[in-house]
């Protein structure tokens, strides 16, 4: 089975190759839903002007030429030049009916398959993952999710910020307040606390600040001892944020973290390199590459620093080395990083340079795969009352105070409760993320998030939970309905063509790295079934409609929690 407008788009394709040109095969043909059909295409109003020929005669002439018969009930061509197409319902039947025993729901494996590396979430050791980190780990985690659903290789990597000279202030701290202190207090998830008491010290004690220098020079030469303590913030780091990815149920471990300090052993070869094709040059005692197209607010060219004047290196040798490594080693032929908007420019000149060294080719593409602001009520950055950013454990937990408050009159038993108000809570918080487009900022609203009407994540579980419990009430096990699907009602048209949907949903997310359209897809399928819900009868229907709502319902179900998991959303049974 196929979505219906990519087989009507065929069709009108080849349509309009016979009637003005084999020429124009390969032109958009413009399939577009309609208030008056299924479908409309569009094309022929585009090409009007460069035919020279009036857009209802082109329209005719496509019509003259579809042959659509088999699966079009009704073709004609309406107002300037609209040719509006209504599908046959045997037909649409039978393509959604494929579906009840499809075990990929119409989603084909990618003709294509790739090694792709994702680089998400990426927190900093001995800093607390804040509501920024929310987004950068549930968008990516479902892209992962997506593509290894469509059939490639998918490389999670987790670019753990665990290098640099703030180690030498921390390992410091942690030396004076003693190794057992220090790992209760990370391990409990007290990070922000820790990170601040050994900033206070360093900016307020001279001879704390030099004692952390001199760690940091030792620590980078290689000295066991401090490596050890840096061992140990790193451990007790993971633990905690292990903790809020399980919470979340994103699928990253620490088999998936690719730290800093991995790329420390590559960072002169990869200076080296670009000294040695040109790419970087001397400037200043500093080693810089100047992509072109790159100039400062004077119009001077703007460098990418490779490695400091005093031979230090930044993080931009590091991501130069990761991308290195992730090309030549891993063999990727496609790289997404999910990083805030603000790094913006780092990430253009990167891939600038990455491309002036020969890494990235026209067969390997590489995406700043933007995420945008969350903002309180007052429409900036997310913060607490006292200035602070939002602790990311913070609102997970209050995500599922809040469901259990939602939900407290149907389930009095506190275990039920707190189990469905877990589902409920995560699934609001990252559905609320997911539902906007990932560039795009929006505004933290918890009473919207957990909304049971509009697009939130409780309204497509509730859609999911009302569809089990129509099955309870039938007794009917969804997974064995055998009957075949006819379609009498509108509302169950609209059904079946929004499921016919979910293969080009899921492909798009993969294409364009943009989780929303799956969300908005889900989101679109749901309110289909709410309307039929209202509108068609299931269980007291004649036992012919029964059994055929009871086979549309078992198709809308498993496309929902099909479509739930890739978000990485549970779908509890009961709400």
Not at 44 to 52: E, I, S, Y
Not at 258 to 286: R, T, W
Not at 513 to 539: D, I, K, N, Q, R
Request: one cysteine or more; a negative charge; hydrophobic letters at 45%.
């Amino acid at each position: 089975m196929a979505d219906p407008r990519e087989v009507l788009a065929a069709r009108v394709s080849a349509a309009l190759a016979a009637a003005v040109g084999a020429e124009y095969a390969h032109e958009d043909p413009v399939i577009r839903p309609s208030t008056f059909a299924d479908f409309q295409s569009n094309v022929a109003l585009g090409l009007a002007k460069r035919l020279g020929r009036p857009p209802r005669e082109i329209a005719a002439a496509i019509v003259a030429n579809l042959g659509a018969d088999d699966i079009c009930a009704s073709v004609e061509v309406s107002g300037p030049g609209f040719v509006n197409l209504r599908l046959r319902d045997d037909w649409l039947a039978a393509q959604a009916d494929t579906l009840r025993t499809d075990p990929r729901l119409g989603v084909p494996v990618a003709s294509h398959t790739r090694t792709v590396v994702v680089d998400y979430s990426s927190p900093n050791v001995a800093k607390e993952m804040h509501v920024g980190h929310l987004r950068t780990t549930v968008v990516g985690d479902v892209v992962v999710r997506v593509l290894e659903h469509l059939g490639h290789k998918v490389v999670r990597a987790n670019h753990l910020g665990d290098w640099g000279t703030q180690f030498g202030m921390l390992i410091e701290h942690l030396v004076e307040v003693g190794e057992e202190t220090a790992r209760r207090q990370l391990s409990a998830g007290d990070i922000n606390a820790f990170y601040q008491a050994a900033r206070a010290k360093f900016d307020s004690d001279p001879a704390f600040a030099e004692r952390s220098r001199r760690r940091v020079v030792a620590l980078q030469s290689g000295d066991e001892p401090s490596l050890r303590l840096w061992r140990i913030l790193i451990e007790d780091s993971k633990q905690y944020y292990n903790t809020i990815y399980r919470r979340l149920g994103v699928t990253l471990t620490d088999a998936d973290l690719a730290p800093e300090s991995f790329y420390n052993p590559m960072l002169a070869e990869v200076c080296d390199e670009l000294q040695q094709s040109g790419v970087a040059v001397i400037s200043d005692g500093a080693l810089c590459a100047f992509p072109a197209g790159f100039t400062s607010r004077d119009g001077e060219p703007l460098p990418m620093i490779v490695r400091k004047s005093d031979g230090g290196y930044g993080y931009g040798t590091t991501d130069l080395a990761a991308i290195r490594y992730r090309i030549c080693e891993l063999g990727a032929t496609r790289l997404i990083y999910f990083v805030a908007a603000e790094q913006s420019l780092h990430f253009q000149m990167l891939f600038a340079v990455a491309r002036q060294a020969g890494w990235l080719t026209d067969q390997i593409s590489a995406e700043h795969a933007v995420i945008g602001l969350v903002s309180g009520t007052d429409r900036k950055r997310l913060r607490t009352r006292s200035g602070e950013s939002v602790k990311l454990i913070t609102l997970i937990d209050e995500a599922v105070d809040r469901a259990e408050r939602v939900i407290a009159d149907r389930y009095p038993d506190p275990a039920v409760r707190h189990e469905i108000a877990q589902a409920v809570g995560i699934g609001a918080l990252k559905y609320g993320d997911l539902s906007v487009a990932r560039a795009s900022g929006y505004v933290f609203d918890f009473d919207r998030m957990l909304a049971l009407t509009g697009d939130t994540g409780p309204y497509l579980q509730y859609a999911a939970a009302r569809l089990r419990s129509i099955f309870r009430r039938a007794q009917v096990d969804p997974d064995l309905v055998s009957a075949p699907l006819g379609l009498t009602a509108r509302a169950e048209r609209a059904l079946a063509l929004l499921l016919l949907r979910f293969g080009s949903a899921v492909r798009q997310t993969s294409d364009s790295a943009e989780p929303h359209l799956l969300a908005g897809y889900l989101f679109e399928l749901a309110s289909a079934f709410t309307t039929f819900y209202e509108e068609c009868p299931v269980l007291k229907a004649t036992a012919q409609v029964r059994d055929s709502r009871l086979t549309l319902c078992a198709i809308t179900l498993r496309v929902l929690t099909a479509g739930l998991d890739l978000l990485g959303i549970p779908a509890p049974d009961r709400m």
